[in-house]
């Protein structure tokens, strides 16, 4: 289910970021005797071929996607049914014992001490036991910057009646692309008991430029029709405005319906219209568009419940911090590197 | 041949680190109620399962890199042969119209009478035309940042022998491993004609930390023994040192081997040893170390002749140019976000 996301050692990926030409090295193509830069060119030849050869590895890769999503939706449908309060997992299946919070915040006797407090708890008013995990896609929500950016305020109540989000692979043979599911509880909102997104991409290279090809891309995506009931719609807003009559001088107030800021504008994205070049602003929320479609396929669909309670978070940060130790540790092991010509603590005083 | 990069739409790998809790949202697990916070360990133990069928997926992407390896082969040979000039390429294999420098830096006109200045020049002496494509790897070298830290100017010579890198992939069964091949042409400074350097890696979800599992890493490496000709070897040098004797007060000279920087320190890395605890300084260098050979099967191998010419170069730095302007657009978009409400421009003047 990842095949966009890096496949190996993380923390490697992309160090392509980390070169330039040094400075003082000064090379150009044009320099090169006629005969050298003929079999550059045949160089060049063999990778547009390269090229095509990595295109037809991404469609398998594609196919193999296909295969293991299959072998995942028995553990996310269970996820499904256990969020929703549809299925009560048994004891077994509960059982978790490197609890961390547990670990870090209480020594022992304090454990038990709470144990204690708690049966007590239990004892003087009935558990509170809400169905399944209440609210588990709107902690979500709530937790990612990527999504907590789109989301208002009147989003939230819709949001608690999202049961699911699923992504689906393009068939065999088809196009390939993706489309995420949002299921919904029948809500008060919206007829729709599912909105999707769809996202079309290209997995070969582009003839005017086959050296640029990194596998398959984001070129476009698709919403869909949300059916809100009368005066639901979050993503309009009513407006009144008074407008004064320049001839007469006269005051009358109008209402008129404006696009109001909402997450649930993500199933009406801008559209490319072919052949239309896009103002910047318009290309920049297409962008940020695709990767949040990229960000729900590849991190939060798989790993749902790492990003209600917050490890998924945790994990990037601590990847961060690790980063800037090893800047600094960079520069200690410059230094270190001079050491060997002036080393005086070499000297042998028996000598 | 390329597992460990990005799989799909460059430019959106990642995007978790853009994420952070939001300050004023704060949620613990051990704020849930006993029953939900059961239910989300079922979930956990749910995740737990999906990184065991992922690390699955991960091997078989190994094997699709082994069958796609063997498709790039005779490619990878060509060029080989055509970079150490045993093959001359023949006129259509070199036809390549797009080239760039000649379309920027020369309008029509101008080419034409270079042409003829070309034509007088060659009448006027014998073509320049060394054997295959020389200095290739060198070039490369010197191009890249991660490789030109580590080049010394002694090694240069050295590297102008280096015929061939190639990377080989651990067979089917066998622990994941890689191995970075460097083939070299008989030289005056070593016997060996390939000097490797094995990357070995896991692909298993680590049982005390299985949500943490992103794919297959490198673990270790290994170099191989340089058998050097004698008073070859770049990786030491011969120091003069001058020892005075404190009790006779007589000075002499004593020469001793120390380290020296060489690319070829990169054939003798820092091992791990189990169960000892690595200082920061080694772990960097191994971390570093890491990198460097994930680099050059992922970009440097597959893609030679794009950072012979630099294109490769240009790519990289363009992609973070493209980074910076998505940051501004991002302010120009939040200013624009807020205009809805105190638009008077839609007042019409006729009401």
Known sequence: MDANKDKGDQGMQNPGGQMDRPAG????ESMLP???KRRVHALKRLQVQCANIEAKFYEEIHELERKYAA???????KRRDIVTGTVEPTDEECEWHSDREDEEQLAAEVKEKAAIEDAKKE?????EDPKGIPE???TIFKSVDMLSDMLQEHDEPILKHLKDIQVRFSEPGQPMSFTLEFHFEPNGYFNNAVLTKVYKMKSEPDASEPFSF???EIIDCEGCQIDWHKGKDVTVKTIKKKQKHKGRGTVRTVTKQVPNDSFFNFFNPIKASPGVEMDEESEFTLAT????????????IPRAVLYFTGEALEDD???????LEEGDEEEQDEEGDDDDDDDEGDLDPKA
């Open 317 to 323: 940060e601590s990847f961060e911090e690790e980063e």
């Open 71 to 77: 072998l995942y939706q028995p553990l996310l449908d």
């Open 214 to 216: 990194e596998g398959p």
């Open 34 to 36: 006629k005969a050298v």
């Open 136 to 138: 588990f896609w709107l």
């Open 289 to 300: 568009d695709f990767e949040i479609g990229h960000f729900f396929r590849e991190r939060i």
């Open 123 to 127: 004892e003087a008013m009935p558990e």
């Open 25 to 28: 090295f000064h090379f150009s």
